[in-house]
């Protein structure tokens, strides 16, 4: 979405005649930032020379762009009221008569502020009607908007399927690469403003003063762009890199490790963000090794970090194969008691749904259920359940879906957004993080279209209620072409691209069918180290029927949701299809509320996504020549790959459940092979 190709349409022609000139006084690295993306960019977008004007002269048609200690200009419009209402982030975009010149101004109180207002200026050059009458006010809804990044120091990325990380920590560093600009550049045009450099599953030596150094590297890279580093410090570091004894955070001596340790860090990194934490689950060390809780593992680091305004992330991905437990259940039940527990710059991170991030959970009962603890969303923007780099699957909706839901904490209209910014609880620390899908593959994301996703996940950290549509559209037209007629046809087969997955993978609420590397299908389990692993744990296909009961007749995991979505979850007739096997064990020959049977309707999912594969391929063909050569191919192909997994999971599914249904195939349904 940053190739600033030349518009070509008549919209094109009006933006052409209204922009000559930038005036972007200032010598700071952010200042520089932006003048070296506008002048390149409106120069490419317009299809003319854009120079920085000659000792900032002001002509009609010059950009101003700044803040009132930058720019003079900007300093004699007398903004102070409406940039106060901003914020340190938010930005202004005006048409203004200055000394009788038309002019626009970018203006804002920081430079961070006025970086933004620019990347958004360029995306209304590619997506919006040009206006001499611009007023435009913008501000960020959560105060961090962070990708996690889950790479490790071997250079290899924990469920990345887009290549090797993109820190290179061998070269580090010494040799930086130039793409960790471009990084910077493309999440800073998003409002990105913090990256998690290494994998939730730590290794301890990224707290060596050697990787510490390294992180620093990258720091200074990202800094001009508001992007700001964070570190997921493994619990046991103090006992692997310095040899203490323990690393109980009631310890005395372990509270200094962790003092000492943050002091060298911010000494090397002025702006670090804090520490996100992995604790206890699956196999990381955490507080409760050492007999102690969440709160006290968090609260101590939290200590270490509160002194130089640092947050700790503490995740709330917590789970244990008890025998049977819900594992769905088990996060609420171990950190609810912890409510009103946690310092006030810790904030309890949650992924979206109460599992793991599967193509549809619903959301975690967590959101509403925590008032007096700060609470953040973490979303998934890689593909580990929906088809890694292979399969089309924008992810807009889906999170649309989940910041739409409503808790019920307060009545209606206590949606998951209205929990997590702040105006439910009056959280004073929001939050947003999305594990990233990016890696060194030259296309960024591995699929051309699954860039859509991290442009998704960017937008809406800066605006929750932006629909899914109008992201889409944006992304495709600053990204793939201006053409309305082909524009719709691409947003189309984005919008639809997710639920297309949920049916042909994980349909009517199943989860967790997959194999093992978290790709194709494996309903039928297969060996894991543990129970709450397998498959056949979560779908519980029997003779009997399918799904997992959980009800007061099972789990009643159901219970944590507020009333009535409690009850609508609960009652089989009230529950949503797409929700129902998550909830209830379902004989086969359920009758829906489409008048089929369960049998009949699940065989019926599997095929629409199956259809929606070939169709999508279809539509993809018609725009060749729309879209450059290069990057048509490469999708194309990708449709292919994406066609033949969903039928290898409709096959596989519906041959698999049919050994308990014992049903045949309905006569609109492809027979599976
Ligand atoms: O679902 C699991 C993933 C793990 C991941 C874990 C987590 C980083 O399969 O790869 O570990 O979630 O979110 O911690």
């Given at each position: 979405?940053?190739?600033?190709?030349?518009?070509?349409?008549?919209?094109?022609q009006?933006?052409?005649?209204?922009?000559?000139?930038?005036?972007?006084?200032?010598?700071s690295?952010?200042m520089?930032?932006?003048?070296?993306?506008?002048?390149?960019?409106?120069?490419g977008?317009?299809?003319?020379?854009?120079?920085?004007s000659a000792?900032?002269?002001?002509?009609?048609?010059?950009?101003?762009?700044?803040?009132?200690?930058?720019?003079?200009?900007?300093?004699?419009?007398?903004?102070?009221?409406?940039?106060?209402?901003?914020?340190?982030?938010?930005?202004?975009?005006?048409?203004e008569?200055?000394?009788?010149?038309?002019?626009t101004?970018?203006?804002?109180s920081?430079?961070l502020?006025?970086?933004?207002?620019?990347?958004?200026f360029?995306?209304?050059?590619?997506?919006?009607?040009?206006?001499?009458?611009?007023?435009?006010s913008?501000?960020?809804r959560f105060?961090?908007?962070l990708?996690?990044?889950?790479?490790?120091?071997?250079?290899?990325?924990?469920?990345?399927?887009?290549?090797?990380?993109?820190?290179?920590?061998?070269e580090?560093?010494?040799?930086?690469?130039?793409r960790?600009?471009d990084?910077?550049?493309?999440?800073?045009?998003?409002?990105?403003?913090?990256?998690?450099?290494?994998?939730?599953?730590?290794?301890?030596?990224?707290l060596?003063p050697?990787?510490?150094?390294?992180?620093?590297?990258?720091?200074?890279?990202?800094?001009?762009?508001?992007?700001?580093?964070?570190?997921?410090?493994?619990?046991?570091?103090?006992?692997e890199?310095?040899g203490?004894?323990?690393?109980?955070?009631?310890?005395?001596?372990?509270?200094?490790?962790?003092?000492?340790?943050?002091?060298?860090?911010?000494?090397?990194?002025?702006?670090?963000?804090?520490?996100?934490?992995?604790?206890?689950?699956?196999?990381?060390?955490?507080?409760m090794?050492y007999?102690?809780?969440?709160?006290?593992?968090?609260?101590?680091?939290?200590?270490?970090?509160?002194?130089?305004?640092?947050?700790?992330?503490w995740?709330?991905?917590?789970?244990?194969?008890?025998p049977?437990?819900?594992?769905?259940?088990?996060?609420?039940?171990?950190?609810?008691?912890?409510?009103?527990?946690?310092?006030?710059n810790?904030?309890?991170?949650?992924?979206?749904?109460?599992?793991?991030?599967?193509?549809?959970?619903?959301?975690?009962?967590?959101?509403?259920?925590?008032?007096?603890?700060?609470?953040?969303?973490?979303?998934?923007?890689?593909?580990?359940y929906?088809?890694?780099s292979?399969?089309?699957?924008?992810?807009?909706?889906?999170?649309?879906?989940?910041?739409?839901?409503?808790?019920?904490?307060?009545?209606?209209?206590?949606?998951v957004?209205?929990?997590?910014?702040?105006r439910?609880?009056?959280?004073?620390?929001?939050?947003?993080?999305?594990?990233a899908?990016?890696g060194?593959?030259?296309?960024?994301?591995?699929?051309?279209?699954?860039q859509?996703?991290?442009?998704?996940?960017?937008?809406?950290?800066?605006?929750?209620?932006?629909s899914?549509?109008?992201?889409?559209?944006?992304?495709?037209?600053?990204?793939?072409?201006?053409?309305?007629?082909?524009?719709?046809?691409?947003?189309?087969?984005?919008l639809?691209?997710?639920?297309?997955v949920?049916?042909?993978?994980?349909?009517?609420?199943?989860?967790?069918?997959?194999?093992n590397p978290?790709y194709?299908?494996?309903?039928?389990?297969?060996?894991?180290?543990?129970?709450?692993?397998?498959?056949?744990?979560?779908?519980?296909a029997?003779?009997d029927?399918?799904?997992?009961d959980?009800?007061a007749?099972?789990?009643?995991?159901?219970?944590q949701?507020?009333?009535?979505?409690?009850?609508?979850?609960?009652?089989?007739?009230?529950?949503?299809?797409?929700?129902l096997l998550?909830?209830?064990?379902?004989?086969w020959?359920?009758?829906?509320?489409?008048g089929?049977?369960?049998?009949?309707e699940?065989?019926?999912?599997?095929?629409?996504?199956?259809?929606?594969?070939?169709?999508a391929r279809?539509?993809?063909?018609?725009?060749?020549?729309?879209?450059?050569?290069?990057r048509?191919?490469a999708?194309?192909?990708?449709l292919?790959?994406?066609?033949?997994?969903?039928k290898?999971?409709?096959?596989?599914?519906?041959?698999?459940?049919?050994?308990?249904?014992?049903?045949?195939?309905?006569?609109?349904?492809?027979?599976?092979?």
């Open positions: 979405w940053m190739r600033y190709d030349t518009l070509a349409d008549a919209n094109a009006a933006w052409r005649s209204s922009i000559n000139t930038v005036v972007i006084p200032g010598d690295p952010t520089r930032a932006i003048l070296a993306e506008l002048v390149p960019a409106l120069s977008l317009l299809g003319k020379s854009i120079a920085a000792n900032n002269t002001l002509a009609d048609g010059t950009l101003v762009v700044g803040t009132p200690s930058t720019s003079s200009a900007i300093a004699s419009l007398q903004l102070r009221d409406a940039l106060a209402k901003v914020g340190d982030e938010g930005f202004l975009i005006r048409s008569k200055i000394d009788g010149r038309s002019v101004v970018i203006a804002a920081t430079e502020g006025a970086l933004y207002g620019a990347f958004h360029l995306r209304l050059v590619q997506t919006q009607p040009a206006s001499g009458n611009l007023n435009i913008e501000k960020p105060l961090f908007r990708l996690n990044h889950w790479d490790n120091l071997d250079g290899s990325i924990e469920r990345g399927y887009a290549g090797q990380s993109l820190w290179k920590w061998n580090l560093p010494g040799t930086i690469d130039p960790l600009t990084y910077a550049r493309a999440s800073a045009s998003l409002g990105i403003n913090g990256a998690v450099l290494n994998n939730v599953n730590a290794d301890a030596k990224s060596t050697e990787y510490l150094r390294k992180a620093a590297a990258i720091a200074d890279v990202f800094r001009p762009y508001g992007v700001r580093v964070y570190l997921v410090p493994r619990f046991s570091a103090p006992i890199i310095d203490l004894e323990t690393a109980d955070p009631l310890d005395p001596k372990v509270a200094a490790w962790w003092k000492a340790k943050t002091d060298e860090i911010y000494k090397l990194i002025p702006d670090f963000g804090g520490y996100l934490v992995k604790a206890n689950s699956e196999g990381q060390p955490g507080p090794t007999g102690r809780t969440h709160a006290d593992g968090a609260n101590m680091l939290a200590a270490a970090v509160a002194r130089y305004g640092g947050i700790v992330m995740r709330a991905f917590i789970y244990d194969p008890v049977g437990s819900d594992r769905a259940a088990e996060a609420y039940n171990t950190l609810k008691p912890f409510d009103g527990k946690f310092a006030p810790v904030i309890l991170q949650v992924k979206n749904g109460p599992v793991d991030f599967m193509p549809r959970e619903p959301f975690h009962p967590i959101f509403g259920s925590m008032p007096h603890t700060q609470v953040m969303p973490e979303v998934q923007i890689t593909q580990e929906l088809g890694h292979n399969s089309i699957a924008f992810l807009a909706t889906m999170w649309r879906e989940f910041l739409d839901s409503d808790t019920y904490a307060k009545g209606p209209g206590s949606t957004t209205r929990v997590v910014d702040g439910l609880y009056g959280q004073t620390l929001t939050a947003i993080a999305g594990v899908n990016t060194d593959d030259r296309n960024w994301t591995g699929h051309h279209l699954a859509a996703n991290w442009f998704a996940y960017g937008r809406l950290a800066w605006n929750p209620d932006m899914a549509r109008e992201i889409a559209d944006e992304w495709t037209e600053m990204t793939l072409t201006h053409d309305r007629k082909s524009v719709d046809e691409i947003v189309r087969l984005l639809e691209s997710r639920e297309a949920v049916n042909y993978e994980m349909p009517l609420g199943l989860a967790h069918l997959m194999d978290h194709g299908p494996g309903p039928w389990g297969y060996p894991v180290a543990r129970p709450d692993w397998s498959p056949v744990y979560y779908h519980r029997a003779n029927g399918i799904g997992f959980r009800t007749t099972g789990t009643n995991a159901v219970a949701y507020h009333e009535p979505l409690r009850s609508r979850y609960a009652d089989l007739s009230t529950c949503p299809d797409d929700m998550w909830f209830h064990h379902v004989p020959t359920y009758k829906m509320r489409s089929r049977t369960l049998w009949d699940l065989c019926l999912r599997y095929q629409r996504g199956v259809d929606w594969t070939g169709d279809k539509r993809w063909d018609a725009l060749a020549g729309i879209i450059d050569a290069e048509h191919t999708v194309a192909r990708k292919v790959i994406q066609q033949r997994d969903a290898w999971w409709r096959d596989a599914g519906l041959l698999y459940f049919q050994t308990f249904s014992k049903q045949p195939f309905p006569a609109d349904v492809d027979q599976p092979t």
